[in-house]
Nanobody, 122 residues
């Protein structure tokens, strides 16, 4: 199983960005998927989660600005980010697990992408 993120870049404060995660491989079903982010010197933290059934969870810090969606047929997940702030600057990681339930911690995920850098700066 491989997860590949794309869509990162440099955006001005207040701008928008969409990240994508493409899953490939066979033999293991990926169910719950998530986005995490990690800024220099900080722990990796949860940004958004989506189950195979489409249930989502986003922490309050991004709830009114970010949206998570997935296409199960295409094995893809998307994170749409708006009203971006300098504090959103981080490496963003796609993660997946075979669990069907909502998972909120880094230890709950077995599969990780390499990350895509998001920088919010004027």
């Amino acid at each position: 199983i491989q997860l590949v993120e794309s869509g990162g870049g440099l955006v001005q404060p207040g701008g928008s960005l969409t990240l994508s995660c493409a899953a490939s491989g066979s033999g293991v079903g990926l169910n719950t998927m998530a986005w995490f982010r990690q800024a220099p010197g900080k722990e990796r933290g949860l940004v958004a989660v989506i189950t195979r059934a489409g249930y989502t969870y986003l922490p309050n810090s991004v709830l009114d600005r970010f949206t998570i969606a997935r296409d199960n047929a295409k094995n893809m997940m998307v994170l749409s980010m708006t009203k971006l702030r300098p504090e959103d600057t981080a490496m963003y990681y796609c993660a997946a697990t075979t669990s069907l339930s909502m998972q909120l911690g880094t230890a709950d995920y077995s599969y990780w992408g390499q990350g895509t850098q998001v920088t919010i700066s004027s």
